[in-house]
């Protein structure tokens, strides 16, 4: 038989606070954020410049190289806040 876990007063289910979970799941979705919104617009604007000046398909990828730069910064960043804002909680 399969047990349900039990939600106790200000826990979520698995023992983790649901600050925690809420902090996740919004980590979860500013990451697809960051990741998608640099990677699309610079491999169209890339891929529209391609076409224009006939270079295809150097400006595309350097325009998504440049979006996973600046997706990796944004995502260390992110999470240095993440990490900086939970170690002042716990002191």
Do not use: C, H, Y
């Amino acid at each position: 038989m399969i047990e349900i876990p039990k939600k106790t007063d200000g826990q979520a289910v698995g023992g983790q606070p649901k600050s925690m979970v809420w902090q996740a799941i919004g980590f979860a979705w500013d990451f697809g954020i960051i990741v998608v919104v640099p990677l699309v617009a610079l491999g169209v604007l890339g891929r529209f410049l391609d076409k224009r000046l006939n270079t295809s398909p150097w400006l595309f990828l350097g325009g998504a190289i440049l979006a996973i730069i600046i997706s990796t910064i944004l995502v260390v960043v992110r999470l240095n806040a993440i990490i900086a804002k939970t170690t002042n909680r716990k002191k």
